[in-house]
């Protein structure tokens, strides 16, 4: 993935809370191909912990080598040719471009067969993506129920050893072009071009503004209504953990 300095991110751990789905890709190989897995997923510290149904294919993958690249691609839209021409140029020869927030997160995995380890992984996720009022218990291996069906799945954790993290959204331009075109954005409505609940401008007008505010599709307005500080449409899961 390409990143210039203009859409470089310093903190990549402010785009995971919320953003717990991702495409966990193999280097090891099935029947000559890399296997892609949509999967749920937590972050504790450098790790990523998840767990898969013991059928899936890539476990043989990661037999023949344990690197893999967690992937997730946030808020996105299509910028038209119009929009990203440059000021004083003629907007019907201009180049269209995309925004998006992406981050990679690479690492190696180890696979976790211990029951009692894989009841830890297990009870993290719930913790992470159950509703406040769940019931559930936390998962164990004194739990005759949970126990018969451990064996029916795998752990990984994957320790994260690099990350590539990317934010691209104009910071090349100038701030009234960014604003500019986040109100085109605005106006033309489209799946992506706006959060609900936020100003046109937000995430788009300085690049201190870019880094801080832009949260996989969450602005910082959205955000704090997330965290308990007001209500708005199409806000996300909080981690309860």
């Known amino acids: 993935m390409l990143i210039h300095p203009?859409?470089?991110v310093e903190n990549w751990r402010a785009l995971v809370p919320g953003n717990d789905f991702g495409q966990l890709i193999t280097t090891g190989e099935v029947e000559g191909w890399p296997v892609v897995v949509p999967t749920h997923f937590v972050v504790q510290g450098d790790e990523i912990l998840l767990h898969l149904a013991r059928p899936n294919p890539v476990w043989g993958a990661l037999s023949w080598d344990d690197r893999v690249v967690m992937v997730l691609i946030g808020d996105y839209t299509y910028v038209d040719a119009s929009m990203n021409a440059d000021?004083?140029?003629d907007?019907?020869?201009?180049?269209?471009?995309?925004?998006?927030?992406?981050?990679?997160?690479?690492?190696?995995a180890t696979v976790v067969?211990?029951?009692d380890e894989k009841?830890?992984?297990?009870?993290?996720?719930?913790?992470?993506?159950e509703p406040a009022d769940s019931t559930r218990i936390a998962p164990t291996t004194d739990i005759e129920s949970d126990r018969r069906q451990l064996p029916g799945i795998r752990g990984l954790r994957i320790r994260i050893e690099d990350v590539r993290a990317k934010q691209k959204y104009g910071g090349n331009k100038s701030v009234e072009?960014?604003?500019a075109i986040a109100r085109r954005l605005e106006a033309r409505g489209a799946a992506g071009d706006r959060v609900p609940g936020d100003d046109c401008s937000?995430?788009?007008?300085s690049r201190s503004e870019q880094?801080?505010?832009r949260h996989f599709g969450v602005p910082s307005a959205h955000r704090d209504r997330q965290a308990g500080r007001g209500e708005g449409p199409g806000c996300g899961r909080r981690s309860r953990a």
Request: hydrophobic content about 35%.
């Open 6 to 8: 203009w859409d470089s």
């Open 177 to 179: 072009e960014r604003i």
């Open 87 to 89: 000021p004083g140029t």
């Open 91 to 108: 907007p019907d020869l201009g180049v269209p471009t995309s925004y998006y927030t992406a981050l990679q997160l690479r690492g190696r």
């Open 211 to 213: 880094s801080s505010t």
């Open 119 to 129: 009841a830890a992984i297990l009870a993290r996720q719930l913790a992470h993506f």
């Open 202 to 205: 937000s995430g788009l007008g």
């Open 113 to 115: 067969d211990d029951p």
